[in-house]
């Protein structure tokens, strides 16, 4: 009984933590994407 | 986008026209317009043509025209018309408990259509979108420097508002 906790603990934990992970790859792609705009809009108001 | 109604009081609590207040109040109202929120169109409308009106007199002020004290004149009768109307903005982002997170695919879609991006960055910034990180500090910083940036476009573009 307590090792099924145990593995039922651990396994929620790994969840957890996958699904923060996977939360962070999106904020940094968003990022990314939003850096790339700005960049992109800077060049475009050098050149005008 | 939460910060909405300070960024506005702060706006409101300056004595006088500036660049920096002109640039602070069209960049709130892009902002603003790319919330799915029709119910603040009339009023975004007015205060966006208030805005032009007092950017084009304001830009006369730096002129050696006979007429500057007139301008001066102009600049602050519409400073505080332009108040007024950012006043009851205030009280109706207040009310509808201000505001919710701007629609980056709107947004995405309008600097592609005029031109600000082109459609790499366009299809790049669609796929990035989650609106659930639109709240973290770090994401809202780099909205308001794309909206800034947007809003300078527009405004070099020959002070368009789309």
């Known amino acids: ?23 962070r790859e999106r904020r940094l792609s968003l990022l990314r994407a939003l850096e790339r705009v ?10 005008g | 986008m939460r910060g909405e109604v300070e960024e506005l009081e ?52 730096s002129s050696r025209t006979p007429l500057r004290e007139e301008w001066r004149r102009v600049v602050n009768y519409e400073f505080l018309r332009l108040k007024e109307e950012a006043h009851a903005l205030r009280e109706e982002l207040r009310r509808r408990g201000c505001g919710g997170i701007p629609d980056l695919r709107r947004l995405a879609e309008e600097m592609r259509r005029e031109g600000a991006i082109g459609e790499a960055s366009w299809a790049l910034l669609l796929s990035a ?21 947007f809003s300078e476009f527009r405004r070099r573009r020959g002070g368009g508002w789309g």
């Open chain 1, 1 to 23: 009984m307590g090792l099924l906790f145990l593995l039922l603990l651990a396994g929620g934990w790994h969840l957890l933590v996958r699904w923060e992970e996977k939360r």
């Open chain 1, 38 to 47: 700005e960049e992109e809009l800077r060049e475009v108001l050098d050149e």
């Open chain 2, 10 to 61: 702060a706006l409101l609590r300056r004595e006088d026209c500036s660049r920096d207040f002109l640039e602070g109040m069209e960049r709130l109202l892009l902002g603003l317009e790319f919330q799915s929120d029709p119910g603040l169109s009339p009023l975004l409308l007015r205060l966006r043509e208030l805005v032009s009106r007092l950017r084009s007199s304001y830009s006369l002020l």
């Open chain 2, 129 to 149: 979108w989650d609106p659930r990180e639109a709240e973290r500090e770090e994401v809202r910083k780099a909205l308001l420097r794309v909206l800034a940036l």
